[in-house]
């Protein structure tokens, strides 16, 4: 049997900011890096994995419009690519759900 323990966490409002900013910078690193793999597959049928995303990391956390990133740890960001590489990786693996089947399941009533 496993337990699990549940704990409120009551930021003070330098905390919130900072968790605020980091998990801006994390969605933005994700989806930037979404885009960038789509338009790759759809333009030239190439794949982009982990290894590039995460050189690409670098490239941008030097561009002077994206110089906020580097006021946030990176270790977020590094994570926000490896659970995109994880989720192409479950799709191409057919480990997704697909959306009619979802239907389905609710009509059933679960």
Same mark, same amino acid.
């Given at each position: ?13 330098? &905390? $919130?900011? *900072? ?15 979404? /885009? @960038?793999? !789509? ?23 030097? &561009? $002077?419009? *994206? ?15 490896? /659970? @995109?590489? !994880? ?24």
């Amino acid at each position: 049997m496993e337990k699990a323990y549940s704990y409120r966490f009551y930021p003070t409002p330098e &905390q $919130e900011s *900072l968790l605020r900013r980091t998990l801006g910078c994390v969605r933005l690193v994700y989806n930037k890096a979404l /885009h @960038l793999r !789509t338009q790759a597959w759809y333009e030239r049928q190439e794949r982009v994995g982990y290894a590039q995303t995460s050189s690409m990391l670098t490239d941008w956390k030097k &561009q $002077e419009e *994206l110089d906020f990133l580097n006021e946030v740890s990176c270790v977020p960001l590094q994570q926000g690519l490896r /659970h @995109l590489q !994880t989720a192409f990786t479950n799709f191409f693996a057919g480990r997704t759900i697909a959306f009619f089947s979802l239907l389905r399941y609710k009509s059933y009533g679960f």
